[in-house]
């Protein structure tokens, strides 16, 4: 019944139910598994404490051990994916907007492993990235086995990706705007409850687990003690969208210059996480807070244990860190990294506010806690979600207005210098262009070849006027778009385009039929009614 008819309401929230707790294990398992591999490879009895653990050991340990495994998952992704890449938060967005909220299945397996990996040997990622696409995996499963329409397929992805988050950093509220505003895009009324009955799913899983403690823990006397102060956070959020963006931009240019380096030594591709790694390594030696997630160093920075020259010279070299990984194609996510540069980078500009004006300045780690904020949010793109995750990691909901006023103006700034986030510029390089919105990404939706009358439609165009066209150069390819064709009808104003393919070995065109401007306007009106119509359900 549930692949003829599709899920009622109740089952709906039943299956939701299911997801948030398969998410939430898999977000659990993954957490589990980095601490006892971290464990085998360093030797270090708590995981937490890596950064300081890795000081003590021989050099050429921390110098081989991210060699080790960025080798490993050289070999592991070059096997198993077609392109060498590991999928991410980018491709789950992919998968909610084009693909009817479908992701990739066995290369988000593959990608989950290899990101496991590299987080336990040394790349300087994140651990949300792979377990938002493992949920994924999770509800694309589910979608397939009860052949689940585009609106259930994303809803059911929203539900999955908000208790992965919830579940990672025992966050509720923050995964099931996570989900909203990151993934999907939209804020349904109907999606809300199923997304946060996953969203609790996965929490309670987490807490069964570590219990209902923060991730992090301040100091108690972090207060904003006069509203004077609040222009120093609006200054502090334009430094931190200023960093978010330098953040974003040195891993974009490190991949750039990675392919290039590729390309022209012919290195294998299989070969780039170990070579990668070689650099991390090397960086690991002199700064081993690079390491992991960072956890260690970002507690460090909230709880003010940082001089001024440490927290900017650490977030130099994590910038760099990150961008090695992220150029390595070794896999993982940018959400701790940017918590961490953040941090680092609020504790810095507080040390400097709080020296110059003393007698109107609160705590230092106040504007750490702002920072972690500010630069994560312009990072993922996702103010609200972002405020709400750092106030559940750290437990502080009195320094709501310095938050929100720091993060506010850094996504502003940030948005604009960047396609809208990390994630959508990411998109945007591969050709995705999702950062404009539906009435642009609709278009890349339908190809010609799905909408073309063929040449023995009733109605077919006229092949006679298909040859002249196709003789002045106007005509399309099979897999051409509306994002292809449109701008052809307007710029000569024919009613129609042949559609043509070449055969192998011949040099003329076989015409294949042609896409009407009628036929293309009327599946793009439909595509934008059905997507407006989802959104204010």
């Given at each position: 019944m549930l692949r003829r008819q599709g899920p009622s309401q109740v089952q709906f929230w039943f299956i939701a139910l299911l997801i948030g707790v398969a998410a939430g294990f898999a977000a659990l398992t993954f957490r589990k598994g980095i601490d006892l591999l971290q464990t085998r490879l360093y030797g270090v009895e708590d995981p937490h404490r890596l950064h300081s653990y890795a000081e003590?050991?021989?050099?050429?340990?921390?110098?081989?051990?991210?060699?080790?495994?960025?080798?490993?998952?050289?070999?592991?992704?070059?096997?198993?994916?077609?392109?060498?890449?590991?999928?991410?938060?980018?491709?789950?967005?992919?998968?909610?907007?084009?693909h009817e909220g479908r992701v990739e299945k066995k290369e988000g397996i593959v990608s989950a492993l290899a990101s496991l990996i590299t987080l336990s040997s040394g790349g300087s990622t994140g651990r949300e990235g792979p377990v938002v696409h493992m949920a994924g995996v999770i509800s694309t499963w589910i979608s397939d086995r009860i052949n689940a329409n585009g609106i259930t397929g994303r809803d059911l992805l929203g539900c999955a990706v908000a208790a992965a988050v919830s579940a990672s950093f025992n966050a509720p509220i923050a995964g099931s705007l996570f989900a909203l505003e990151v993934?999907?895009?939209?804020?349904?009324?109907?999606?809300?409850?199923?997304?946060?009955?996953?969203?609790?799913?996965?929490?309670?899983?987490?807490?069964?687990?570590?219990?209902?403690?923060?991730?992090?823990?301040?100091?108690?006397?972090?207060?904003?003690?006069?509203?004077?102060?609040?222009?120093?956070?609006l200054l502090l959020g334009v430094v931190c969208g200023l960093v978010a963006v330098v953040l974003m931009r040195s891993i974009f240019w490190a991949e750039g210059a990675a392919d290039k380096v590729q390309a022209i030594t012919r290195m294998p591709r299989w070969l780039r996480p170990a070579v990668a790694g070689l650099g991390l390594g090397a960086m690991a030696i002199g700064f081993p807070h690079i390491i992991g997630v960072g956890y260690e160093t970002t507690s460090a920075?909230?709880?003010?244990?940082?001089?001024?020259?440490?927290?900017?010279?650490?977030?130099?070299?994590?910038?760099?860190?990150?961008?090695?990984?992220?150029?390595?194609?070794?896999?993982?996510?940018?959400?701790?990294?940017?918590?961490?540069?953040?941090?680092?980078?609020?504790l810095a500009f507080g040390l400097v506010a709080t020296g110059v004006f003393p007698d109107v300045s609160g705590a230092e780690t106040l504007y750490a806690l702002a920072g972690m904020g500010a630069v994560a949010a312009a990072v993922l793109?996702?103010?609200?979600?972002?405020?709400?995750?750092?106030?559940?990691?750290?437990?502080?909901?009195?320094?709501?207005?310095?938050?929100?006023?720091?993060?506010?103006?850094?996504?502003?700034?940030?948005?604009?210098?960047?396609?809208?986030?990390?994630?959508?510029?990411?998109?945007?390089?591969?050709?995705?262009r999702l950062a404009a919105g539906p009435q642009a990404y609709l278009l890349s939706v339908y190809s010609a070849a799905a909408l073309m009358r063929r040449t023995d439609h009733p109605r077919a165009a006229s092949q006679e006027a298909c040859r002249e066209m196709i003789g002045q150069g106007v005509m399309v390819g099979p897999t051409a778009t509306l994002y292809d064709a449109m701008p052809i009808f307007d710029r000569w104003g024919y009613s129609y385009i042949p559609v043509v393919a070449r055969d192998a070995g011949s040099n003329s065109p076989q015409l294949l039929g042609a896409l009407f401007h009628v036929d293309a306007l009327k599946a793009y009106s439909r595509a934008l009614a059905d997507t407006a119509a989802e959104e204010h359900s």
């Open positions: 003590t050991l021989a050099w050429y340990w921390v110098l081989l051990i991210p060699v080790a495994g960025g080798l490993v998952v050289g070999v592991l992704l070059n096997v198993m994916t077609r392109d060498g890449r590991a999928r991410s938060v980018a491709d789950v967005i992919e998968g909610a907007a084009l993934v999907l895009r939209h804020f349904a009324v109907h999606a809300f409850a199923p997304i946060a009955i996953a969203a609790v799913a996965g929490t309670v899983i987490n807490r069964l687990e570590f219990g209902d403690v923060t991730e992090f823990t301040l100091l108690q006397d972090d207060q904003l003690d006069f509203y004077v102060e609040l222009p120093a956070f920075a909230l709880t003010g244990s940082l001089l001024l020259h440490e927290a900017v010279v650490f977030a130099m070299v994590k910038a760099a860190a990150v961008a090695l990984t992220m150029a390595g194609r070794m896999g993982g996510g940018v959400f701790s990294p940017s918590l961490m540069m953040g941090a680092l980078t609020g793109g996702a103010p609200i979600s972002t405020t709400l995750i750092v106030f559940e990691m750290t437990g502080d909901w009195q320094t709501g207005l310095a938050v929100m006023v720091a993060v506010s103006i850094s996504t502003a700034l940030a948005s604009r210098l960047v396609d809208r986030s990390f994630f959508l510029t990411q998109l945007e390089r591969r050709g995705k």
